[in-house]
């Protein structure tokens, strides 16, 4: 499969492309750079895109520009795939530039050592990179996460039981973890 060379902004930054998806789960704007996808957000309606487009403008420093091809067209078909039951594994390319520090730490552990069909707790999440005290941190980092879904922030959940917090709102995670098999599918 080709893939579509990117060049440079008049200020040498890469470009940023982006579109909006259709899911199970809502519509999702999606953008990526040349080092992978950016940035994935819930519930894009008008307000909410034109403000993660601005951030993206803000944080990036360079205007993202639309299109569904190219940088994007193997995150949506990876996407799709997931949403049908077809894929446990996105295996893409990530640009971290929207994530630093500790929350970078936690995100990348999350990618890696969370799969498919499983949850982790907040503080089991803050052991595995060495911070046992740091759960609340750990729920931070996990509202600050650029890449819901295929950085699988639904899978951290409470100790006790409980979903915990989700940036895409509760029954947007619940829809997520019945996906995997982690809770039943709602009845109606």
């Excluded at 403000?51 to 990876?78: H, M, N, W």
Aim: proline content about 6%.
């Amino acid at each position: 499969m080709a893939r579509t060379v990117v060049g440079m902004n008049n200020y040498g930054q890469s470009t940023v492309e982006w579109t909006v998806v259709s899911t199970g789960i809502g519509p999702l704007l999606l953008a990526a750079t040349g080092q992978g996808l950016v940035s994935v957000v819930f519930h894009v309606d008008g307000p909410v895109r034109e403000k993660a487009l601005g951030q993206l403008r803000d944080r990036l420093g360079t205007e993202p520009v639309e299109s569904a091809s190219g940088l994007l067209a193997e995150p949506i078909r990876r996407l799709s795939a997931y949403f049908a039951g077809e894929l446990r594994e996105f295996g893409l390319p990530l640009d971290w530039s929207l994530s630093t520090g500790f929350n970078r730490q936690v995100l990348r552990e999350l990618a890696a050592g969370v799969p498919y069909g499983t949850v982790v707790g907040y503080g089991d999440l803050a052991k595995r990179v060495g911070q046992p005290a740091a759960a609340q941190a750990v729920g931070a980092a996990m509202g600050s996460n650029p890449l819901p879904v295929v950085v699988p922030c639904h899978r951290v959940v409470e100790s006790d039981g409980g979903l915990g917090g989700f940036g895409g709102g509760l029954e947007t995670k619940r829809q997520l973890l019945a996906l995997e098999g982690v809770l039943p599918e709602p009845l109606f």
